[in-house]
């Protein structure tokens, strides 16, 4: 047994006999790596992949496994959890790298879990429009949230605030009215990073968008 991180290369050095190195479990190869060891291949290497996830490789010998001649190589590679995200959706075995290559930017990932372990329905902090212009927030599931309010993730509300001035207000003349609603609907389809009429902060100015700007439409600031 051997412990090794991700890139690295394993050698095996030649004591005696003839033996094979072969990737697998209960004698069957799983094709991952199967070389002789033996006087005339007396040091065998096999390069664990740099992006390999952490992890055991069982290997063994074949003319001797049922003798117990066996080995591991645990990998102490790249860390994978699940991730969230998509309101409700959830892969697991993702790396972080990975988790947030997904086009939604409000994912979460959880490292080392599996989705039933990480609960993508878990509560977390909802900024909704309190009538006036302004917000309150309220704790309950990322689906529910949308569209109307903004997603602050799952914290609890004691760990965000949402006095963000007045969402909506995008011509900034005090007054949430006509004038906001055709500047979001002169973009709206349209992705974007951290434009004003992304109201909702999902990377695309959407339907969602324009349903928040209609709860609070006519309101003032």
């Known amino acids: 047994a ?3 991180n991700a890139g690295d290369a394993v050698f095996w050095i030649h004591g005696g006999g003839s033996h094979t190195v072969t990737s697998g479990t209960d004698c069957v190869p799983d094709g991952r790596f199967d070389q002789p060891l ?13 992006d390999e996830p952490t992890g055991v ?6 003319p001797h496994c ?19 995200y998509m309101n409700i959706l ?11 290559g997904q086009w939604d930017p409000d994912y979460t990932w959880y490292e080392g879990m599996n989705c039933d372990e990480a ?7 909802c900024c909704l429009p309190d009538g006036s212009g302004g917000f309150v927030c309220q704790e309950m599931v990322q689906e529910s949230c949308m569209p109307n309010g903004k997603w ?6 004691d760990e965000v605030t949402c006095d963000q001035g007045c969402i ?34 999902s990377g695309v100015v959407d339907v969602d968008d324009l349903l928040q700007l209609l709860s609070v439409y006519g309101t003032d600031c």
């Open 2 to 4: 051997i412990t090794v």
């Open 38 to 50: 033996d006087n005339f291949h007396p040091l065998p290497f096999y390069v664990v992949p740099s």
């Open 57 to 62: 490789i069982d290997y063994y010998c074949t």
């Open 66 to 84: 049922l003798m117990g001649m066996l080995g591991t190589i645990s990998v102490e590679g790249v860390p994978t959890g699940a991730c969230c």
């Open 90 to 100: 959830c892969d697991e075995d993702m790396t972080e790298e990975e988790c947030g």
């Open 119 to 125: 609960d993508c329905l878990a509560i977390g902090a």
């Open 152 to 157: 602050m993730g799952w914290v609890s509300c």
């Open 168 to 201: 909506g207000d995008l011509d900034g003349d005090g007054t949430i009215g006509v004038d906001d609603l055709l500047q979001l609907l002169s973009v709206y389809g349209v992705a974007c990073g951290d434009c004003p009429e992304d109201l909702d902060g």
